[in-house]
């Protein structure tokens, strides 16, 4: 980790890795495969890998499970997935932006994967994890393959910059989760959309925020009643159990008009983000709630 965004090594071997364990696997019985990407992807594959399937993709048993029960969206996948590099000067760009507004930010490498469509992005202590499959969206979906989550959450990878941006705020991040509220984690991943709009111009939620304004006033009441709780299901990572017309993790939203107002609240902007970038859960998020003076 550093402070210059040019010296950020944006490592994208592990996408290589995987189209070759996709291609020696084409053809094979399902246990086959699984001994080909456990010896071809995950064995070889950078220690960002590495992170990342304890994270989020567990095993190649796992990762092939999503493979045959997706295969034409994988398929569709490639040729997006080998562009990542093409975005290399924007990557960059945002980075320097979010220098200039936080002086004492600090630069990860960023390790793209592809997993099994369970995450975009997180972090380790080696770098950015980011799950390329997710930002591969072409015009040709297979929407048969896929629920209502992923029609919405999918993306082109010319939005891959701005995950990359989330999660390199999520790396500026010094929270404290002692208590775990709800409130608390929703600040946490909407200080990451806000100020990563800050630094890039646009953040990785904006089908929350077409919901979100239609319905602010009814989802501040509903999450107010709820937010010092440690449950998170009606609000944040809940993809995979989202029903009706209602988006999940709709704890993003919330999270990212409160940090708003502080912001706009607060005359010193670099102050403000600091202080966005300290919070602690529990009674420090309350009073960060209540100067912001967030609550419509």
């Not at 009606?234 to 159990?241: R, V």
Request: aromatic share 12%.
């Amino acid at each position: 980790m550093n402070n210059d965004p040019d010296e950020v090594r944006l490592v994208t071997s592990d996408i290589d890795r995987f189209w070759l364990a996709y291609d020696l696997s084409e053809g094979k019985t399902t246990e086959e495969r699984i001994d080909v990407f456990e010896s071809e992807y995950f064995a070889k594959g950078s220690i960002g890998l590495k992170d990342f399937i304890e994270a989020r993709i567990e095993s190649a048993e796992e990762l092939v499970k999503v493979i045959e029960a997706r295969p034409r969206y994988y398929a569709s996948i490639r040729q997006s997935s080998n562009r990542v590099l093409d975005l290399t000067d924007q990557i960059r760009g945002y980075m320097h932006n979010l220098k200039r507004l936080h002086d004492n930010a600090v630069f990860p490498d960023v390790y793209f994967t592809i997993g099994k469509m369970t995450s975009g992005g997180t972090t380790s202590s080696n770098g950015l994890l980011i799950g390329t499959e997710i930002f591969c969206r072409t015009g040709g979906l297979p929407t048969d393959e896929l629920n209502e989550w992923y029609l919405e959450v999918l993306r082109p990878v010319e939005d891959i910059p701005y995950i990359v941006i989330h999660e390199l705020i999520h790396a500026q991040q010094a929270y404290d989760f002692g208590e775990n509220t709800l409130l608390g984690h929703s600040i946490l991943e909407g200080a990451a959309d806000f100020l990563g709009k800050l630094a890039a111009g646009q953040h990785i939620n904006p089908h929350l925020h077409v919901y979100g304004e239609a319905h602010e006033a009814a989802l501040w009441e509903s999450f107010s009643s709820e937010m010092l709780q440690a449950d998170f299901s009606n609000w944040l990572y809940n993809g995979s159990n989202s029903t009706g017309t209602r988006p999940a993790d709709l704890g993003y939203y919330v999270g990212y008009k409160i940090c708003e107002a502080y912001y706009e609240e607060t005359a010193d902007k670099k102050a403000a983000i600091e202080d966005i970038l300290a919070i602690k859960d529990g009674p420090d998020a309350l009073r960060f709630l209540k100067e912001s003076g967030y609550g419509p």
